[in-house]
């Protein structure tokens, strides 16, 4: 009950990450590091329930109000509906929200005076393992994200929180879903995934892993390639989001 | 009668542009491996859909051992598609709402930039269509080709396209659809539980699996191909990858005819063909006699110990003047003594006691068995019996005995299943096989005791 309490708290704070630099993985070897200015994450991503009391806030992002172009029909699809309104069960509460577009969790964020993360913000606070900010030079790192990304999603996801906080103590940035990006499809605009070697797209590659920095962090061969096979409208049952925020930024 | 249904396809072409709209509509029949659609019966073009599935599930690796595959169609290789050269293809690919991944598919029949990866890429719980032209008859791999592609090949993205010749392919009585593929684990070769791809052995082209249809034993015992003799079967044969190219043989069997590499080019008589990875051939053969036919990769070690083994089972009558089976077993007596050696010869050590025969068993078992009944005595269901846990074994300590000096073949049975196949008699002197057999019976969780060198010569004719 108490670490329940405890979890709850927590997962609508906030964790201040230090600026700090990393290489993303469609750069080539010899191209700088992308700096990251400091920046404040959201410890956990939003969970059903705090979703759910957003769109009784916002009533026209309730799934029987929204409009099409802002979030596919599949939008909430989780929820059921109850005395006239779609909302979570009682055990979807703690469980990360998803099936929600890009558009809504804009607009969640929004709400709160902060804003989806940018891919470089996300990529650089999924570096850090649980006890350095570079997780990657762990020699296990890529694998134990590579043994998530290869399972299928289950029916019932699980509670956030229930995993260590990686070195920024932010949770759950690996092992539960994929999270929505502020520019998720800036670096990538094209499925052929081989031909960027070619290309000037600065793309995410398999046999073009001639233009990646690391072309052994599957794990984030497939962060991008998921994130690129995304329009801003799409949802899927295994994508939700956090919020990122400036240094300065606190709730009142 | 040849001419006059060249003469009516080209009448056809003819009267038909090849124009989607004028072009009558079918739903493609696709088949779950290892069966393949009938053939193509029409001899005009038409407008063919296709449907694929991608899918993320848990399946069966081996006994004991399961995977995480990605599949086209809910099946490793994907469902297999059959189209007719001049078709135009309407393919739709919908990704399952469950998969954690997006996915396409380049199939190697399109000409096209990406063989319609781009045109196909499909987040989860979405579909995509997209349309082409087959204009070059041949059997084509297709796959995945999502970043990183060879993960998404290495959990059984890929399958086989065959674009039939305007007038088919000569008539056969089965066909059947076999594709290799390599696959890495975090544990070992039998390592039970679901097994996490490794990326590591992956990138060093070190699989712990070597298998025909996405799993060991998915070719064997009930699972073997049929056929009666008389027949001819055809094989299209793929290699889905990610990294091995395989040579494919079939142990007892010659190939009548391999169209090398799934094209025009017809090859007589072949023992081995070379089937790239992404690649494919098609073979085929009558068959003259009864017995099981071994389908092997014959870089040998991945059939006895990765599990790139299948077979296939062909009932009738035997033909004795085609293969006697064994005439005559005699003695050979080379002429002069002993077979002569130059240096130091090693010195002959007797074990002097149960734990010794234990030890210098270990070695013969090694050297001489493991092949076949594998490293923990588990040997290969469907075709090599266990001595681990063997009910056969502890039964008749003197029959082991036999077996070993007299090889064995016919039917056995050895813990409730039947096992029909052949072991050589084994060139070993009495003390090696009292230790051997003493080794096996003290280990893989059999019941104990001893054999010694005067049984084993009691037992010699």
Redesign the interface.
Same mark, same amino acid.
């Given at each position: 009950m108490f670490i329940t309490t405890l979890w709850l708290s927590l997962a609508g704070q906030m964790q201040p990450i230090d600026a700090g630099e990393y290489r993303p993985l469609y750069l080539k070897a010899d191209t700088p590091y992308v700096q990251v200015q400091s920046f404040q994450l959201d410890a956990a991503p939003v969970t059903n329930q705090a979703y759910f009391e957003f769109v009784q806030a916002q009533t026209k992002w309730q799934k029987q109000n929204v409009p099409s172009i802002f979030a596919e029909h !599949?939008y909430l699809q989780h929820w059921l509906l109850q005395n006239g309104q779609y909302q979570p069960s009682q055990h979807q509460l703690n469980t990360p929200v998803t099936n929600v577009s890009w558009f809504a969790a804009q607009a969640y964020c929004q709400a709160q005076g902060k804003v989806l993360p940018t891919v470089d913000q996300w990529e650089y606070v999924a570096l850090a393992s649980e006890h350095q900010a570079n997780g990657s030079i762990e020699g296990d790192f890529?694998?134990k994200i590579?043994?998530w990304?290869?399972?299928?999603?289950p029916?019932q996801l699980p509670e956030i929180m229930q995993n260590p906080a990686n070195y920024w103590g932010v949770y759950d940035m690996h092992g539960l879903v994929?999270e929505w990006t502020l520019d998720f499809n800036s670096a990538l605009v !094209?499925?052929?995934?081989? !031909?960027d070697a070619s290309l000037d797209a600065k793309l995410?590659?398999?046999?073009g892993a001639a233009s990646s920095a690391d072309p052994?962090d599957?794990a984030a061969?497939?962060r991008?390639?998921?994130r690129?096979?995304?329009?801003a409208h799409?949802?899927?049952?295994?994508l939700g989001f956090r919020c990122a925020a400036a240094t300065n930024y606190s709730k009142d | 009668m040849k001419l006059a249904m060249l003469v009516g396809v080209a009448a056809a072409v003819l009267a038909v542009p090849l124009n989607a709209k004028s072009l009558p509509v079918e739903k493609a029949t696709l088949t779950a491996p290892p069966m393949v659609p009938p053939p193509i019966t029409r001899n005009y073009p038409a407008k063919v859909q296709i449907h694929l599935e991608t899918q993320e599930k848990v399946g069966r690796m081996a006994d004991g051992v399961e995977y995480v595959f990605w599949s086209f169609g809910g099946s490793v290789p994907g469902s297999f598609i059959r189209v007719r050269e001049g078709d135009e293809v309407e393919f739709t690919l919908s990704n399952h709402p469950s998969s954690k991944m997006p996915h396409n598919i380049d199939l190697h029949a399109v000409t096209g930039p990406g063989g319609g990866a781009v045109s196909s890429f499909t987040s989860p719980g979405h579909s995509s269509t997209f349309s082409f032209q087959v204009i070059n008859p041949g059997l084509y791999v297709y796959h995945c080709a999502t970043a990183p592609v060879g993960m998404h090949v290495a959990n059984g993205m890929y399958g086989l396209i065959l674009v039939e010749p305007k007038d088919g392919l000569p008539k056969v009585d089965r066909e059947y659809y076999v594709v290799q593929g390599d696959f890495y684990t975090k544990g070992a070769y039998g390592e039970a539980g679901v097994q996490p791809f490794d990326m590591e052995k992956a990138i060093k082209e070190q699989p712990d699996y070597v298998v025909f249809n996405g799993a060991v034993g998915s070719l064997t015992g009930d699972k073997a191909l049929t056929a009666k003799v008389g027949e001819t079967v055809r094989l299209y044969v793929g290699n889905g990858g990610p990294n091995l190219v395989s040579s494919f043989h079939v142990i007892g069997e010659i190939f009548d005819n391999v169209y090398v590499e799934g094209g025009d080019l017809v090859n007589h008589n072949v023992q081995t063909t070379l089937v790239p990875a992404g690649g494919s051939a098609i073979v085929d053969f009558k068959l003259d006699v009864p017995g099981n036919f071994i389908l092997v990769d014959h870089s040998i070690f991945r059939a006895f110990n990765k599990g790139a083994l299948g077979i296939l089972k062909v009932e009738g009558k035997e033909d004795k003047g085609i293969y006697s089976g064994k005439q005559k077993d005699s003695v050979y007596l080379p002429e002069g003594s002993a077979v002569q050696s130059v240096g130091d010869a090693a010195p002959f050590v007797t074990a002097q006691n149960k734990a010794e025969k234990i030890r210098f068993g270990q070695r013969i078992y090694e050297a001489n068995c493991q092949a076949c009944h594998q490293a923990k005595g588990e040997g290969i269901k469907g075709a090599f019996p266990p001595v681990a846990k063997s009910d056969y074994l502890n039964a008749d300590h003197d029959r082991a005995i036999r077996v070993i000096l007299n090889g064995l073949s016919g039917a056995v049975k050895v813990n409730g299943e039947t096992y029909n196949s052949v072991m050589p008699a084994m060139q070993l002197n009495d003390m090696d096989i009292a230790n051997v057999l003493t080794y096996l019976l003290n280990n893989f969780g059999n019941k104990g005791g001893e054999v010694t060198a005067e049984q084993v010569a009691n037992q010699r004719h």
């Open positions: !599949n890529h694998q590579l043994a990304y290869s399972k299928p999603t029916t994929w !094209n499925g052929e995934s081989r !031909n995410f590659c398999g046999a052994k599957y061969f497939m991008f390639g998921f690129s096979s995304l329009q799409f949802t899927s049952s295994n | -």
